[in-house]
């Protein structure tokens, strides 16, 4: 790729940003938009629809980035709790990570690179005409000098982002563990899911659940809750809340009320009656049907509250029984959190979902492989024209040129990879988590390895999986192949983080597909206030793509230190359009406490190692063996620092340590509202489908227990 | 190999067994040979030394046999524990995978093999001449649709194999619970060990751990005993002890015992005096000394007691600090068991030294290819001529060329061998485990990777460790490597398996070394009874190998069915020698409740992936493509057994569940003994070179305190 192909790209991306950012800032004024751009101020009631009508509403005004910018951690911690902290930490990680990169690749390695004359003589006149390759580690003549300079560098990103990593690490860590302190009593810090319970003929699960921990756990047994099987439930209730909204609707629209119909026999029809008696009908139904499940449909799993938190850690540490595959236990989730359709409690079922989903995984990454495969065709101009002959006077045209080969294929790319975190949400929704943050946290690293073995892999080796497998299965040569594949596609990825960083973080902002959606469905419905959800991050989508920009910066900024200038760029964008959509859009559906990080820090281990292994053949490419050998006990330091934060740290991240529990149980002793809490701790994880529904009798029980059986 | 080195090979090692029966037979029944043949029924004392001589004493019989084989194995058990136990079901199990396996190979593959064809014309007249090949797989013609019986034996015996492990691995869960119900009290049960205790500046590590576990463990806590550096007074007290004796034994013998000596300056001096007088001052030292060490050289780790073993299980189970580098708590061993010398605390120290092992066992194995290699050099005569040609006449000797490629390549492999288990219990017991029973299941690990790497790969493709390393790196062409190399070995491991097998075990029953110990020490010492310690069995050098032979067993069981009527021979002959060797030999040191068997159980899945391995190389080599990859759903079954396995059953063999524990402890609540074992357990973790010693004041005291203090 040329320079001016790369500009090309910019120029777009840059006026597409522009764009996004105005259209914003006047869109978000317009009352109608309320509930794309700030849904969260609206729930919170914090700011009214204003019906008024002013200029001001239609010039675009910057205010919003300043508020983004002047939010501190601590108001993030307390509106959008610690999950959302450690999101924006990661950004801020990796712009420390990459102001550092790019002070050595800028004003060291880029002019070392752009000096190195193994391509072609320099000539300052038409910088542009260049291939972005002089910029590259390629342009350095083998055998050089210098190039101890690029060895020192990736030395001394190592030792940079490895201490960064440490303090990060410490630091969230120490988050998770006041956030704990602080916190109040909460359901799941007492609460235990008991799986695979082992029945006895004659008796329930409820009973053998009740039975064995007054044996075994007596003084710090509260209560129990059997998990039942609901789908067929949650399907009635789905029908009734629509048939009462459909009612609702009727009744606030005065030309409608008392709207008949002529019925199939001549007769007239009041479709209000109707309605209502088709409502009450199904209601029955629920009631028939929740009386029955709660008799017959038992999964063989239950909630166990217990009276102290170091009560519920006991119970979630220790084997119970002497088959470790009954009385499976783990740590509840939050009651919102739990994930209730899918509920599966066998071992062997749950066993086999994950080897299937496995399965799923390899499948999808095969088939993925064909548009990415496409994509890189694009960037080959001259195996355009030779596969499409018709488009070559077309394609002659510089400007289109230039569109194809630099903006085009990311893009593609771009738009194929945005089906791929849903597809991973639903597929780690089967492997059998039980809540929506363990299943989220699943998907984060799915799509992660995903996009690092789809993009970068299949970018870089751009051949059949078989090829890539084939590179897999012979480890001696990966770092060599690498060493050849790597820089080649340096402006590809180049184009890439201008092209999906830059554009999908303003189109963040943007929010189109909501826009549209709400675009879409204003017409049909007026005043419905009450249907709008207020949304969460997805953090499955969001924390991968950072990471894989991330991974780009640190095995390029070596090779080809220009992909740092627009990473810093796009980690600026992030770091203030995030910020503000978790003051305006996003609230927290759920809160891991940081459990995302430790999927972070194994990302930038890899990365680091990734960027190690692809040194080690750069340098015996370019004839510095000794620089290569050199490499090896950094590889070496780098995998026994993970191991050291993987002892020192991990633990913190799976569970609490005794030493906190039995703090905060003994702060609690002396709480007169515990009494209190324990009562609303034995039903906090009533199953939302089993709760008694009434719409018919009155109208106002609409934001009742049915927002929460939608979850 | 020629059919007829076998023969020899078998020969010589048919004559060595039978002369070690026949002379084991009348040697053990000298009463001065009683140390090293029953040692353990010396010292119950249920044997005594006759000294009157009867004739029956050198004729030889059998009846030892019949002893042994009568035993059932709740005498086992209750003689020599679970590990005994154990130890016996690894070759029972051998022996019914072997029966099993042995009836389709005689009988199915052996035939196939031999009539195949590929290699040669059958000449029924001479089969001594014939090479060992003709037995092997490498006969049956490429393509042949006999084949196809060998892949059923695969898919057959893996199938056997695997509803064995199961069975066993279940069985031996069971039996480790239920010894778990049947035993006493005991103080590692009631124990765990902390390390890494954090020491505020002006505490000692005494008061630490007091005040953590009364703050955190405020109902189950009972004591605590501070771990001592105590290398310098286990030294000492060695000397006292040595000292002791000769007192004891100048005592003892009238002659010497007023014997006077004289002195630089001609003055007499009484030995006898001398020798008090310097023990007194060791004594004074001693006592010095632990005054010293108890004062000042803390270890920051201590046994901390519990007055419950679930008490102790939570402990053990919940990480206690929020640094989980501190506060590390493992379980307790006995406290006979606990390997006092390089006790080390911190948790850098141990981690950095593990790493440091796994490099020395890496130079090691490299270091031990150079014996390999020159072994492997023997098996090929040709070669031999040529690197020793006056050598050459010699060798053309049949008898003598037969014992040089049968039987001198398995012996002088087997002596190098010899050397191997001492080596890696020394390298397991610098690794930071404290105690014996860690460390030689470590070791036994050890030596069992080692094996398999050394004699197994290192044979096979008797290179050089960067060619087998290199052939590790490409793993894609593992199985064809191995089905080139893997048959092409079968008649060095038939003659394997009879030398060292075969003879290793009439070796063990024979007991050569403690022999010649014992017959050198004889003149030196006289009546020095208590001097002589029981032996226990060293697992970690007699596990590998039967694994090591079991791996041979099922690799080649369709390559070359031959080894196995001698793999069922050494087979019957360890079971009743090692049968034979529980009752008069061994005393087991410690108890581990079988926790041997995963280490049995990773290794015979190990052998089933490698055998399939082979038989996908195999396949493809014979042109049987269809075979080979129907193979590989098999490897994903077995791989995925085993993991079953692990979830299933391996977590009763790190620690006991709850359900078991709070049984046991609700079982002592009604014993009035448990105050008084309280009291003991308050000091059973004293360290004994800690304990007060004196020897000047009377003689008596010898078999008290100093004898732990030598474990």
Redesign the interface.
Known sequence: MLVSALLTSVGINFGLCVLFFILYSILRKQPSNYEVYIPRLVADGSSKRRSHFNLERLIPSPGWVKRAWNVTEDDLLSASGLDVVVFMRVITFSLKVFLFTAIIGIFVLLPINFTGGELSEIDLEDLSSYSLDVFTISNVKSGSKWLWAHFCAVYLVTAFVCILLYNEYKYI?LKR?AYFHSSKPQPHQFTVLVRSVPVSSGSSVGESVERFFTE?HPSTYLSQMVVHRTNKLRSLINDAKKLYKRIIHLQSDPNKQKNTRIGLFGQKVDLMDQFEKKLEDIEENVRLEQSEVSMAEEVRAAFVSFKTRYGA??AF?????????QWVIEQAPEPKDVYWPFFSSS?MRR?ISK?VVIVACILLTILFLIPVVLVQGLTNLSQLEIWFPFLKSFLTITFVSSVVTGYLPSLILLLFLKIVPPIMEFLSSIQGYICHSDIEKSACNKVLWFTIWNIFFATVFSGSVLYQV?IL????NIPSKLAVAVPAQASFFVAYVVTSGWTSTASELFRIIPLFCSLIRRPFSKDTDDDFEVPSIPFHRDIPRILFFALLGITYFFLAPLILPFLLIYLCLAYVIFRNQFINVYAPRYETAGKFWPIVHNSMIFSLVLMQAIAVGIFTLKKLSVASTLIFPLVVLTL?FNE?CR???L??FI?Y????L?KRDREDQNDRTMGEFYDKLVTAYQDPAMLPIHFSDNGESLNSPLISSTV
């Open positions: 860590c563990i075994y850690a006991i540490h220790m084997q119970q029984s002497t088959n470790p595959t071992f066993w080897l084939s299965l012979d480890p001696k026994l050291y002892k020192r740290f633990p913190n569970a340590p005794a030493e906190v039995i």
